[in-house]
């Protein structure tokens, strides 16, 4: 099996910094994208930001200039820094993974989530 942690979360204020981590463990072979994702009460869940293997990257409108992503393959673990939160950025933030494991006899990958970690901007 395959397991991602989330950590990181907690209470801020706005115009402050958060950094969440996620890393991902288990029958492991090889990890193509990563990413975060976020679900604010009553909404559906949104894509925060990705990262593929190589380090491209892809971010919602609403964080551009405000977070990044970044990873580290020989951790297995992916990172979200985000600056100058806003309220509006409170939400429980899910880490993502596109992973194919070990032992399979085709190497299809498959996603695998967190189990969310809460971010709550707020005076």
């Known amino acids: 099996q395959v397991q991602l942690v989330e950590s990181g979360g907690g209470l801020v204020q706005p115009g402050r910094s958060l950094r969440l981590s996620c890393a991902a463990s288990?029958?492991?072979?090889?990890?193509?994208?990563m990413g975060w994702y976020r679900q604010a009460p009553g909404k559906q869940r949104d894509l925060v930001a990705t990262i593929t293997q190589s380090g491209g990257t892809n971010y919602a409108d609403s964080v551009k200039g405000r977070f990044t992503i970044s990873r580290d393959n020989a951790k297995n673990t992916v990172y979200l820094q985000m600056n100058s939160l806003k309220p509006e950025d409170t939400a429980v933030y899910y880490c993502?993974?596109?992973?194919?494991?070990?032992?399979?006899?085709?190497?299809?990958?498959?996603?695998?989530w967190g189990q969310g970690t809460q971010v709550t901007v707020s005076s």
């Open positions: 993502y993974a596109n992973v194919v494991r070990t032992g399979t006899l085709v190497p299809i990958p498959n996603d695998y």
């Open positions: 288990g029958s492991i072979a090889s990890i193509y994208t």
